[in-house]
């Protein structure tokens, strides 16, 4: 095919001109493996300019296909598109830097357009650079990026990468700082997107990579629909300061209703600086175990449809659980909020690792979307910790399960219709109740083999606690000293005592008091014969627990007293 060229002119202020020609150029060698820089491959008998676009599109004359190879001097056009008929392959094999520098802003506008059929390789040391759109058609357009190998796409305003087919990524794959940028990769038309050890950096990511050999994935915004991501190793930031539009979604939209899962396992790490989503519709299932991280400094939503008009959806879920790892949603400004069953039923299940979060609200009122959303928390191993907020207010709606493990509240505020159990009365259970006010309507129940700490264990402060506070049969409180002073619970309410509980102390700094307040309450109810105590002493000093008025107070024993002795 003969080569097609436009030319126009361009006037200088010194009133001369010169010519600038943009030439089509078509590739002519149709079997085996041709040169890019060989003049003769070429239908204008010269190697394509960076003011020219190149065509491969022409059938092979023999066999299932031919390859280009751009392995010599760099290679810069305006434009390349290129394609195979069904049932042919074309393959580009780019070993050094080929540039397509059409820097337009329009949708419909690309510097590379590969129209179906074409494997393109991208080698080590080698630069694929489309300055705007890769603009992809047809079927099994796929990619594979070797290690050391840079693709990059988007430098120009919403440009975006559309991969009908796989993409394959052990080097780096790099959108464009600008918005709008998009990768888009159909399995159905020839392969998924791996990241084998590679990085890809784009705004938004339409599909669901497979990550194997611990890759690196900055995006701004993606969602996950109707399939099932792990996360074994490698890290995945979700940079919401470098695009507007940030966030993670686990779940179909309104117009997918695709429930879908998000595991991180393994070592990975998830780092969101954007919102996240959990069942945006219909269901979506966030969970980290061994030794994975999710960090956001963001909102988490769990329960939550997204969908622009805010109603309630029955059946619609969102579920959050916590098996190993670490699970954190907290930042410099102590604001990040996990709300579950915000819009539609959220729930939280802490089973393992540890769980650190700023704020966690439950359930949202009926009065604000006309229909109760259940929040729930379920708290069964490992250690979750509220450090500014726990509100869980909405009565049935927002129920909260402690079996075992370790709760840490900050700023609780508890009204669901029932006492606030801390443990099952059978395994182990922390309750610690940090430094500030705490409101349980409904009262505190101290189970057997459950521990209930100001503070919490390993940290001294003082709490206060608007509520009846009831220590059950077997039931231990715990002390820490510090700075010659105790752990000390103000109770607006009655604490009741049983006859037989347990009192844990450790000295943080040495500091033995000779008198701590434990809890001080309004009333007091139960006995007053501790001698059924047991207060465990630290080191070869002992302390004995007794009634003053309507306290509970520790006492130094004197020395030479045998720690047995009350």
Not at 405 to 418: I, K, M, Q, S
Request: negative net charge.
């Amino acid at each position: 095919m003969i080569g097609k060229r436009a030319c126009i002119t361009v006037w200088g202020v010194l009133l001369w001109g010169f010519q600038v020609c943009a030439e089509t150029n078509y590739w002519v060698a149709v079997s085996g493996t041709g040169q890019w820089h060989e003049a003769s491959n070429w239908s204008l008998n010269a190697v394509p300019g960076e003011g020219d676009t190149a065509v491969i599109t022409n059938a092979a004359s023999s066999g299932n296909g031919y390859t280009v190879e751009v392995d010599q001097a760099p290679a810069r056009v305006w434009r390349l598109t290129c394609g195979a008929p069904a049932g042919q392959t074309l393959t580009l094999n780019v070993r050094t830097n080929l540039a397509m520098l059409n820097n337009s802003s329009s949708d419909s506008d690309w510097s590379f357009g590969p129209k179906g059929n074409v494997t393109i390789h991208v080698f080590s040391n080698a630069l694929f650079e489309a300055v705007c759109q890769i603009l992809g058609a047809g079927a099994s357009n796929n990619y594979h990026i070797a290690r050391g190998g840079t693709l990059t796409f988007g430098t120009t305003v919403s440009k975006r990468f559309r991969a009908y087919g796989g993409l394959h990524v052990q080097g780096s794959v790099l959108g464009g700082p600008r918005a709008g940028e998009l990768v888009y990769v159909g399995p159905s038309f020839g392969g998924p997107l791996l990241l084998d050890g590679g990085y890809l950096r784009a705004n938004q990511v339409t599909c669901d990579p497979v990550f194997t050999n611990s890759p690196v994935l900055d995006m701004g915004a993606y969602t996950l629909a109707g399939t099932t991501v792990s996360l074994n190793g490698g890290t995945v930031t979700n940079r919401a300061n470098q695009w507007a539009n940030g966030k993670l979604g686990i779940g179909g939209p309104a117009s997918a209703n695709a429930s879908a899962y998000l595991n991180l396992a393994g070592g990975g790490i998830w780092m969101q600086q954007g919102p996240t989503y959990v069942c945006e519709r219909p269901r979506g299932y966030l969970t980290v175990s061994g030794n994975a991280l999710f960090w956001s400094t963001n909102h988490v939503w769990v329960g939550s449809n997204n969908s622009g008009t805010q109603v309630y959806l029955p059946g619609y879920h969102g579920y959050l659980t916590v098996e190993g790892g670490t699970f954190a949603v907290t930042n410099q400004t102590d604001s990040a909020s996990l709300f579950l069953g915000n819009i539609t039923d959220g729930y939280l299940t802490a089973a393992g690792g540890t769980s650190v979060v700023d704020r966690i609200i439950l359930s949202n009122p009926a009065d604000a979307l006309g229909v109760d959303a259940v929040g729930s928390v379920t708290v069964s191993g490992g250690v979750l910790t509220a450090r500014h907020a726990f509100l869980a207010t909405n009565g049935l709606f927002s129920p909260i399960a402690f079996l075992s493990g370790t709760l840490n509240l900050g700023h609780a505020e508890v009204a669901n219709t029932r006492p606030f159990l801390a443990g099952n009365g059978t395994d182990p259970a922390v309750l610690g109740l940090l430094s500030g006010a705490h409101r349980f309507a409904d009262g505190i129940v101290v189970t057997n083999h459950a521990v209930l700490s100001a503070g919490g264990v390993g940290s001294r402060a003082s709490a206060e606690v608007t509520g009846d506070l009831t220590l059950a049969e077997g039931a231990a409180l715990h002390c820490d000293f510090q700075d010659n002073a105790g752990d000390s619970l103000s109770l607006a309410g009655k604490l009741t005592l049983p006859a037989q509980a347990a009192v844990t102390l450790t000295s943080l700094d040495g500091s033995l008091p000779q008198q701590v307040v434990l809890v001080a309450a309004e009333t007091l109810d139960g006995t007053l014969d501790l001698s059924g105590w047991t207060v465990a002493p630290i080191g070869e000093i002992g302390y004995r627990a007794t009634v003053e008025g309507s306290s509970l107070v520790l006492v130094k024993k004197p020395k030479g007293t045998l720690i047995g002795v009350l």
